[in-house]
């Protein structure tokens, strides 16, 4: 079975292609130059079944679609569906890290997760899409530390491991993270609910 994975985002779909392996065969929306839709939701169910439908209507094709963050516990839930988004327009990492480094000065609770929920439709008007979410614990650390990964990775201090997650090997990070976590749960309920 062939989806279009509706994502744009580098680190995304090396780490969706590094999980599914030989599972399904799967397709960046760049292969059919789709332009990323306005996120309009407030959750990230939301956006994602909008970047799905989206994807899914240009294609033709079954969609697998990401929306995922960071959430910040002593700011309310921020970044949150902003987090591509947290310093401006502009997806820039360092520049997002540098904002949240600045606004948690002086806050000693620094716990905070990141969230993944995909959705998989298998046409636009699918009434009963799959939803999944995987969740991965963690805190904010005081810098920035570690080059794998990507987005606030070098940010996000992981306790039981005594590093962030910019600094786990790739092949660690993807069976410890949100992504891992919510991919697994989408491809059983894909396997069980719909045939090629």
């Known amino acids: 079975m062939e989806f279009v994975f509706a994502s ?14 030989n599972r399904f065969q799967i397709k960046s929306q760049q292969n059919w130059g789709i332009a990323p ?8 169910l939301e956006n994602a ?10 294609t033709g094709l079954p969609a697998i679609a990401d929306d995922s963050g ?12 902003n ?4 310093a ?19 806050i000693e609770n620094r716990r905070a997760f990141f969230i993944c929920t995909l959705i998989a439709i298998r046409a636009p008007s699918d009434p009963a899409p799959i939803a999944v979410e995987g969740r991965w614990y963690g805190e904010i650390a005081r810098e920035p530390k570690g080059n ?28 410890l993270s949100h992504r891992a976590n919510a991919l697994k749960d989408l491809i059983r309920e894909i396997d069980g609910n719909y045939t090629s």
């Open 37 to 44: 839709p306005e996120e309009t939701a407030s959750t990230f």
């Open 148 to 175: 794998q990964g990507f987005g606030y990775d070098p940010i996000f201090f992981l306790g039981e491991l005594g590093c962030t997650a910019a600094e786990l090997e790739i092949k660690k990070k993807n069976n």
């Open 70 to 81: 960071l959430c910040v516990e002593a700011l309310n839930g921020l970044p949150g569906v």
């Open 49 to 58: 079944l909008i970047k799905a439908r989206n994807a899914s209507s240009i």
């Open 88 to 106: 401006g327009s502009e997806e820039i990492d360092a520049r997002n890290m540098s904002k949240l480094l600045e606004n948690m000065k002086g």
């Open 8 to 21: 744009s985002n580098a680190g995304k779909i090396r780490e969706i292609e590094d999980l599914i392996g």
């Open 83 to 86: 987090s591509a988004n947290y």
